[in-house]
């Protein structure tokens, strides 16, 4: 007999008792430390998806370790009938750390997008009157899951069958400065954008984009909300991605890299926007609980250094120069690589389109994790830390799982 902890489960396992919304790997990883991970036979990998860009500092960082380990042993969990110490040095580290004067914390990036774009109702419907209502966003974006920031993501695919909708939505292509202008009207409340897109396929956003959308907010009075919940705490190479592009939001929000892991999400405002969610407003159990911000707070610190980040970029440099020999040779598999910082994709191209989960696949049997943003692009987003050794490790992995794509295509 097995008690409930120990009884034998397996990839199987999930098929019987999971919802199926989620098609994970065959194997089913156990241990992990660092860029190292093992699944349930011992096999060893090398981990370049950091869980979607979240374990920036690795997995089972000792800093973020023994920050969490002493912070359970003192205080999980109160409510929000009480405020917390950790909660208080984490809004204001990431205060000090970026444009906004004030933080609300939850506990996932639609979370977070949620309360921006509420808030962003509210403040125009108090400053400006309810007909300001209208949410402006890109094809192609992901925004979270709820019906709420779902729908405002442009991915019509995640929204099928989960009508009616909410109204007053727009969608436009991303980087396309004569559509912003076109939709971005008086009646726009906000226009929320991914200064890099992620899940849409890792397409970075053009600063004369982003700088023409800030102009059109501040024509309109909209507010300009960016969806950092994927390009921030470092991933880029800056500490948010803005502070690189140059273009300052009024709202911000973060989650993934924040909690190394641990749920945590954060919106990131001014005094001025802030006011308008005032007592009672809006709310959520968990958010702000000192266990998450103990360990937000020692992410923050640990990241938001300028020799860290500059080893992000370099690490970048060279990771960018490897994958583009690799592209150069072959030319028929892969695009033009892209991307900033750690948050890379490789496109595929010609007769390998839509065949980047079988790269994925490849890959994965040879030792190395990767991730796909649809089905044309490879996404690589290893943790922050990852070191010039396994970066050539990962390459010589890639490269072999490509040839024998190649070579089972040919056949
Ligand atoms: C992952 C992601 C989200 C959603 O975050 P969750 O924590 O899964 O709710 C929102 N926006 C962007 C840009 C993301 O990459």
Known sequence: MHDLTTRPVTRQTFDEVIVPTYAPAAMVPVRAQGLDLWDQSGKHYLDFTSGIAVSSLGHCHPGVVDAATKQMN?????????????????????????????????????????????????????????????????????????????????????????????????????????AAKAAIKDDVCAVIVEPIQGEGGVVPGDVAYLQALRELCNQTGALLIFDEVQSGVGRTGHFYCYQGKGVTPDILTSAKALGNGFPIGAMLTTNEIAKHLGVGSHGTTYGGNPLATTVALKVVETINQPAFLARVREASAKLFTQLAALAGEYPQVFGQVRGEGLLIGLPMAGDFKGKAKDLQKAAEAEGLMVLIAGPDVLRLAPALIVSDAQIDAAMAMLRTATAKLVAAQAK
């Not at 639609?110 to 400053?127: D, G, I, M, S, V």
């Not at 007909?131 to 729908?151: A, D, E, N, P, Y």
């Open 74 to 178: 003192t205080l999980w969990h109160l409510g929000n009938g009480y405020t917390n110490e950790p909660v208080l040095r984490l809004a204001s580290a990431l205060v000090e750390a970026t444009f906004a004067d004030r933080a609300f914390f939850c506990n996932s990036g639609a979370e977070a997008n949620e309360a921006a774009l509420k808030l962003a109702r509210k403040y125009a419907h108090e400053k400006f009157g309810p007909h300001k209502s209208r949410i402006v966003s890109c094809l192609s974006s992901f925004h979270g899951r709820t019906l709420f920031t779902v729908s405002v993501g442009g991915q019509p695919k995640y929204t099928e069958g989960f009508e009616p909708l909410p109204p007053s939505l727009d969608h436009i292509p991303y980087n396309d400065i004569a």
